[in-house]
């Protein structure tokens, strides 16, 4: 999905210049707060790379650690934590969740929008759609099971 990587590319590079021109705020000199450093990284930078979330689900897990990255590298310099605290240890504490799981909930809260609305023509946006390239006819999973009870393992023991 090229679509998707320069997609993050780009976000990437948005939230690189934010964070640049708020470093002074939000930087390891910065005299404030965690808790009001945490309240700017949720207001200036947090809305950029979570915007439109809803379309990552094409993405690969790849181009989502390039955002997890550089969410512990900004909490990181938030918290003014040392290298050996871990990444989990900085999530936890600042009370942020990963990317992967923003993500997924914003994913499930747009689908769950999408099955209780009213309009009919958005029922095909829920149905999930089978891209695959091959024109197969994929037997019913009651028939595999039909087929495995039918054959015994001596079937297999050809020597």
Partial sequence: MRICTCLIVRKRKQIDLKAKEINWLMGKKSHLSIQNKLLIYKAAIKPIWSYGTEL???TSKSNTVIMQRFQSKILRATANAPRYVTNHTLHTECDIPYVSDAIHGRINKHHNKLEAHPNPLLEPLIQPVNFSRLKRCWPLPEMILLDAYR????????S
Wanted: hydrophobic fraction near 35%.
């Fill in 56 to 58: 990552w689900s094409c």
């Fill in 151 to 158: 054959t015994t393992p001596l079937q297999y023991m050809v």
